[in-house]
């Protein structure tokens, strides 16, 4: 009820809701009394939690921000979306997000933008920006995002919030609907690192839907005991010391690494000279993976289909016309020219092998040192519309949060203080593989 009368008087405004499941979360939570009276109740009985329109649950509609899977219902749970029921978690709706995820602002959804809870017409940060200002606003206690590019960590960082970006291959993507398939993670936002850890526990793990996801045994991540008392922290040189920080982001990043070295860790610069990699690889692996993913959606199977096409080619062209955006559409192009047969080893083969490069680099570095910290974005969330008419300038605000991505390593965004305007800062600390116990148990001693 808590959480329904915040939605009641806020959503209108924050647009982080696009279904809301009034009644049937009530019912739900009637249940879930019960089953605490017996005793006999599930690990996240009573948690309400809110999930990005791009995960499938059974009977509910989800159109990933878009017009194209207008009036689709999901006839299955995706794997996360199960596990948070099986362990009586209460889901309260859907939420607004980017098209497929494509964006870093929440301004490029079908259902218009998200506005952060926080300053005056602020951007929530994307592509989970329903699923950060819906938690940053007591909408719902904890969220669902999904992460390919930094979608969890960079609304989490623009809210105050944490963001976890499991591993890639940590949570199943069963019932995720694709933007880029080797980046997509789902990964919690919260207010506090404790419920990202209980529900990563959930969500985790095996699972033969897909073929992905790794078995590796999940860990009790919700203990939050560093192994040790001293870690070896690396920042990147390039992204603290750059001239195109926001000065109080700088001066937030640099006082926590201040504050790290009074509490006894060992904090080093190095320097990594592919950052300037980091986002072309990104982007042409991603717009590659997304053109090929989203082919499906042909008006023919899903959703929406344009009226009045007398042929079938007539008819792919208008529907796939009229329903994406101008981002989606700019993407599926970029993506299908850089996978088309003249310039397939130009841009597609040499991100590829970009990409080993990146990764072996990072490896090589968290060989040395267990985590890698650099400012989650190097701004805080500006004001709505201010990006939109400039893609580079939009895709600039990914440059520190695309690296785990590319890479598949894990990574956190825990609050850090907040700008001369309080607007929050946001800190992003990356580990090696599988190694969330020791990433979580980290960030929630240093918070
Ligand atoms: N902003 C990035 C993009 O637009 C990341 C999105 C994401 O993680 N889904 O691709």
Redesign the pocket.
């Known amino acids: 009820e808590f959480y329904l009368k915040n939605i009641d008087e806020k959503n209108l405004k924050l647009n982080a809701f696009v279904s809301v499941y009034a009644e049937e979360s009530l019912q739900k939570a009637d249940e879930v009394d019960l089953k605490i009276k017996s005793g006999n109740y599930g690990k996240l009985a009573g948690m309400v939690l809110g999930i990005k329109d791009l995960l499938c649950y059974k009977d509910h509609p989800v159109s990933a921000g878009s017009k194209i899977l207008d009036g689709f219902e999901a006839q299955f749970n995706g794997t996360a979306v199960q596990r948070v029921l099986d362990e009586d978690a209460i889901i309260i709706g859907r939420q607004n ?2 098209e ?6 929440n301004e ?1 959804s079908n259902f218009g933008p998200v506005l952060n809870a926080v300053g005056d017409h602020r951007v929530a940060g ?3 920006g329903g699923s950060a200002v819906a938690v940053q606003a007591d909408m719902c206690l904890a969220s669902l995002g ?9 609304p989490a960082g623009f809210c105050g919030l944490v963001g976890l ?1 499991p591993t890639y291959s940590r949570v199943s993507r069963w019932g995720l609907i694709a ?2 398939s080797s ?2 993670c789902i990964g919690p936002i919260t207010k506090s690192v404790e419920d990202s850890a209980i529900l990563l526990e959930v969500i985790a793990g095996s699972d033969e839907q897909d073929s992905t996801v790794s078995t590796k045994e999940v860990e009790a991540y919700s203990e939050l005991v560093p192994e040790k008392k001293s870690y070896k922290i690396a920042y990147l040189r390039e992204a603290v010391e750059s001239e195109g920080l926001q000065p109080e982001v700088k001066a937030a990043t640099i006082a926590k690494l201040d504050f790290l070295k009074s509490q006894g860790h060992t904090v080093e610069a190095v320097d990594f000279p592919l950052i300037k990699h980091f986002l072309p690889t ?2 042409i692996l ?1 717009t590659a993976e997304s053109s090929s993913n989203l082919s499906r959606f042909d008006g023919v199977k899903y959703g929406f289909r344009a009226a009045n096409s007398k042929e079938l080619i007539t008819m792919y062209k208008k529907t796939r016309s009229e329903a994406f955006r101008n ?1 989606t559409r700019r ?1 599926i192009m970029l993506g299908t020219f850089v996978l088309s047969a003249s310039y397939y080893d130009a841009y597609y083969t040499k991100a590829q092998k970009v990409r080993r490069l990146v990764k072996e680099y990072t490896d090589s570095l968290l060989e040395n040192y267990d985590f890698l910290v650099c400012p989650t974005t190097p701004t805080t969330a500006y004001k709505i519309g201010e990006k939109t008419a400039d893609p580079i300038q ?2 600039l ?2 440059l520190f ?2 690296q785990a ?1 590319v890479v598949g390593l894990p990574a956190i965004s825990i609050p850090n203080g907040e700008d001369n305007e309080g607007m929050p800062i946001g800190f992003q600390i990356m580990a090696g593989a599988f190694q969330e116990k020791e990433l979580l148990a980290f960030s929630n001693a240093i918070l």
Request: charged share 20%; proline share 0%; aromatic share 16%.
């Open positions: 997000c980017d497929f995820g494509m964006g870093s602002t490029n994307g592509s989970s999904t992460d390919t590019g930094g979608s969890v960590r960079m970006k933007y880029a980046f997509d990104y982007y991603t981002e993407r939009m895709y605000g990914d949060t695309v991505n």
